[in-house]
């Protein structure tokens, strides 16, 4: 049975340091085994002493409440179906992103009343470690993309209204696809935006704001790395066209841009040597 703790001493190198940790059996229940597996996709760093899990194959989300200690483990499906996992043995989905199944849910007790950002996760008891075993550490959720409309984007008019997208390659399967989309855009240095062959579909209601990105097969398939199986909604225009990413948000505006400006640095850390990624409106039928 899985183990969650929260404790120092479980670093030799770092003995005051508070970690938190879980201990499973990789023969055990099937979600342990699930983990087991994303030990062959993760990066090992044996200067850092753990395994890294990437934040786009999988993420632990812990909670505490009343010293209850909570450690859900989800993967993403397309990762869970490559490694040859039986998916349909994991009903819950995550609420954050619904491409990703629950594979683990461990509790306990703790003392402490925080829990630190990442979770490690051991295959041998903790008392039982051997000297080169490297644990895998998982990232925290995944932070969602984040949909504006506003003035004081364009560098050449102030008060134009954008309808910006703002991704982090690294959070998810279609962050990272839209990423790659642009590696292999057009520049264009005179109006300082790169023109991508993917489009945006944007929807406004109530003051709620909906992007829908979407990406032709064939363009995705133009890029090393992206699988496509990973991304199962097509597009009701074009049934080439897979939906890669959705973002949600609200506006005062009632009105908005027919063009979406996508940015891989947070606003508010923009220079002028960065270039958004124009997406036009959805192609004419």
Known sequence: MPE???RAGVDPDEPD??????VIDPEGSPGEQAVVELGDRSAVAEEDGVCYV????????ARLEDGVLTVDILIY???????GVDVSVFPDRSPRDQEAVRVLRVTGTTTHD???DVTLVYMSPLDELEEDELPLLFAPPPKPPEVLVRAGLDPDDAEAVRLAVVIDPEESHGEWAIAMIGEHCHVD?????????AWAESHLENGAVTVDILVSEATLRQVDDIDVTAFEERSPRDPDAVLVL??????THDTLPDETF?????????????RPLLLGPPPKA
């Open 17 to 22: 340091e508070v970690l938190l940790a879980v």
């Open 262 to 274: 996508v940015y891989l640095t947070p606003l508010d850390q923009l220079d002028e040597d960065d």
């Open 4 to 6: 969650v703790v929260l």
């Open 246 to 251: 959705r973002v949600t948000g609200t506006t």
């Open 189 to 197: 240095e005179e109006n300082r935006v790169a023109r991508t062959d």
């Open 77 to 83: 499906e397309a990762v869970l179906e490559h490694r």
């Open 114 to 116: 925080t829990v630190p």
């Open 54 to 61: 990437q934040q786009t194959d999988a993420w632990a989300d």
